[in-house]
């Protein structure tokens, strides 16, 4: 994490990762996103109830397959890293390639994208609880699911990241850390 710009959270979810975030590295503003307007009322509820509302801008409507994004002039000059934790998975793979297609012209050299959450390597599924984590995903939608290490590094090389950086996580999952150098 650099000490001082701006990171930009995809798919923030409920905004809790984002709170943390930003309370623990004070030198950032954190800018989370997501495309569902519950979501966003979540984020902008917790902002509200840990008082941070003086350092951590409230969550812009970011789809990572609508552009151009709505970034403004501000975060794009500051901006060091974009961050999305479990987007890959629960969305359609065209997201995922979105993404990479977006960041293709937003973040330059030694700029990076951290992707956490659960993967298959090699086509097979880490644990057991994966296997019906990943059931469970594609019997609510056909287009989700865990996606395989090896696909993430494919799509990665193709839009220029060529630093990868694998860490396990607790709980079978994985932080994905991609650079340009």
Not at 53 to 81: A, C, F, H, Y
Not at 137 to 161: H, I, M, T
């Amino acid at each position: 994490m650099p000490d001082r710009g701006s990171i930009l959270e995809i798919a923030s979810g409920s905004g809790e990762h984002g709170v943390f975030f930003q309370q623990n590295f004070s030198g950032i503003v954190w800018q989370s996103s997501d495309p569902e307007l519950a979501h966003r009322k979540s984020i902008s509820a917790w902002i509200d109830h840990y008082d941070l509302k003086m350092k951590m801008p409230q969550p812009i409507d970011l789809d990572v397959q609508r552009r151009p994004w709505p970034l403004d002039e501000q975060l794009l000059l500051t901006l060091k890293g974009v961050v999305c934790i479990n987007m890959i998975h629960i969305s359609p793979w065209s997201c995922t390639k979105a993404l990479f297609e977006a960041l293709n012209d937003l973040l330059i050299n030694d700029y990076f994208l951290m992707l956490y959450g659960p993967f298959t390597i090699n086509g097979t599924h880490t644990s057991q609880s994966n296997v019906i984590f990943d059931r469970s995903l594609r019997n609510q939608n056909s287009s989700w699911g865990l996606r395989d290490l090896e696909d993430v590094k494919k799509l990665a090389f193709k839009y220029g990241f060529i630093k990868i950086n694998v860490i396990q996580m607790p709980a079978n999952n994985y932080s994905i850390i991609l650079t340009r150098i």
